[in-house]
């Protein structure tokens, strides 16, 4: 079976976790995504391990599907490799910190010269323009300065951030988008184009519905928030309200543990027969329920009525019994929850693989599924694994080329000292 992106050869410099969920779903749709690392490595290889000398799982996850190259950047043999790369490849990624790809001598308009066809993108903190350009990020300053973070939490209490990467994956995603798009353009035009993506831009474009009420607030109070927000002029923080049309809460149930609820979304046309299940013909007949206006009048009565009759149910049973009344709603589910759970597992969301350093071990699998273009996960790389080979096979550098290069310091942080640097095309 073909794969969606066969064909695509992409030189993939960006670390942490931003760029790497980007080029990890770039290969599993059938990239060949070559991970171009300093001699150290990304620095998440070593951070928070817990197999000593193995890679981390904070590498192993993000990183599958790939090769790895060294190449010190900062060498004059190891820039030679990477200027011979980018004639070979069509895209180019990095997620280095402000000013870091111009330093190192190969801005977007260098990179355009040496290859007019390839396509350069680069995920900022905060963009190339503006007052906050020269700042680093990482994924909770994203979530800070998009607005995710003063968005959730209780009023009075401080503003979290979300357990979901969204300043980072979040990000990695609109950036992958960026770079199919930049790619269709260029399969058009024969020409690459520059892509930018900040972190901070894609937490606002996922904060979207946030500036929605932001606007909505400036006019009264908003009936749907189980908040005060009158007098307000900004989102507020709104608990687990839901954020839409219609209202929802999380619930709990059964036995009472810290994820023992259930997400429940009281659909407006779905009422009559969530109130008959609850309290039977009385409740549904209840003037203060009647409409959805009346509800958001008395949520917090009818969130009581509902959590009372859960406390009798497990969060499983409550699921169950709700969607046979067609009621939308899911259980809060935990991590341990998820790994063992049969939909996930069928769904290959959680995949095992094996490691030569650390053995078997869990990555959440790739969640498009292309009907011609199965996404099989392989393992992460070890550093510089694919060294040679990509040498050989990309850039056709023959054995004593490979030596002659390694040598010069291409690959290793300080070069080695026995021998004096042998420039290729010399
Ligand atoms: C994530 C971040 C904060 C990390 O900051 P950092 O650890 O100081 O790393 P930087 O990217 O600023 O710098 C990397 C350094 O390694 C060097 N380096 C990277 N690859 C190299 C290579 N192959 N060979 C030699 N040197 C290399 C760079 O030249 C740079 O050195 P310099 O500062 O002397 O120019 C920063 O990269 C950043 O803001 N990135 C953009 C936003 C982002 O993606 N954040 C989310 C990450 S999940």
Not at 42 to 57: K, Y
Not at 144 to 163: E, N, R
Not at 403 to 425: D, N, T, V
Request: proline content about 6%.
């Amino acid at each position: 079976m073909s794969k969606a992106l066969e064909g695509f050869r992409i030189l993939d410099m960006t670390h942490v976790q931003a760029g790497p969920t980007a080029s990890q779903i770039m290969a599993w749709l059938g990239a060949d995504v070559i991970k171009l690392e300093p001699p150290t490595g990304d620095v998440t290889r070593g951070q928070l391990r817990d197999v000593p000398n193995a890679d981390s799982l904070y590498f192993t996850m993000l990183n599958c599907n790939k090769r790895s190259i060294t190449v010190n950047m900062k060498n004059a043999a190891g820039k030679e490799v990477f200027i011979e790369l980018v004639k070979k490849c069509d895209v180019v990624m990095e997620n280095f910190g402000p000013g870091v790809i111009d330093r190192l001598g190969f801005p977007w308009e260098e990179v355009h010269r040496i290859n007019p066809r390839v396509v350069m993108a680069s995920i900022k903190g905060f963009g190339s323009s503006g007052p906050y350009a020269d700042f680093k990020a990482y994924e909770n300053v994203a979530q800070a300065m998009g607005g995710a973070m003063s968005t959730t939490g209780v009023p009075g209490g401080p503003p979290f951030v979300t357990g979901a990467q969204i300043g980072d994956t979040g990000t990695g995603l609109h950036f992958v988008i960026g770079i199919l798009a930049a790619l269709h353009h260029r399969n058009r035009t024969g020409r690459g184009q520059y892509v930018e993506v900040a972190m901070m831009d894609s937490v606002m474009n996922l904060c979207r519905v946030k500036f929605r009420d932001h606007q909505r607030i400036q006019r009264g109070p908003l009936g749907e928030y189980s908040v005060p927000t009158e007098g307000l002029d900004y989102a507020p923080r709104a608990g687990n309200d839901s954020g839409g049309g219609q209202l929802g809460n999380a619930i709990r149930c059964k036995p009472g543990g810290p994820n023992d609820y259930l997400y429940i979304v009281v659909q407006e046309h779905v009422w009559e027969a969530l109130a008959n299940r609850i309290a039977g013909e009385a409740l549904v007949k209840n003037a203060k329920f009647a409409t959805i206006g009346e509800r958001r009048r008395h949520q917090d009565e009818m969130w009581a009525l509902i959590n009372d009759f859960a406390g009798n149910y497990t969060k499983q049973e409550l699921m169950k019994m709700l969607n046979d009344l067609n009621v939308p709603c899911g259980p809060i589910m935990s991590t341990r929850d998820l790994v063992n759970d049969e939909h996930v597992r069928l769904r290959e969301m959680i995949v095992e693989l094996d490691h030569p350093q650390r053995g078997k071990w869990l990555n959440v699998g790739c969640p498009i599924k292309l009907s011609d273009s199965a996404a099989d996960i392989e393992r992460s790389p070890l550093l510089g694994e694919h060294t040679d080979e990509i040498l050989r096979e990309v850039l056709g550098y023959t054995d004593a080329q490979v030596a002659a290069m390694r040598q010069a310091g291409a690959f290793s942080k300080e070069p080695p000292k026995i021998a004096e640097y042998h420039p290729l095309r010399a």
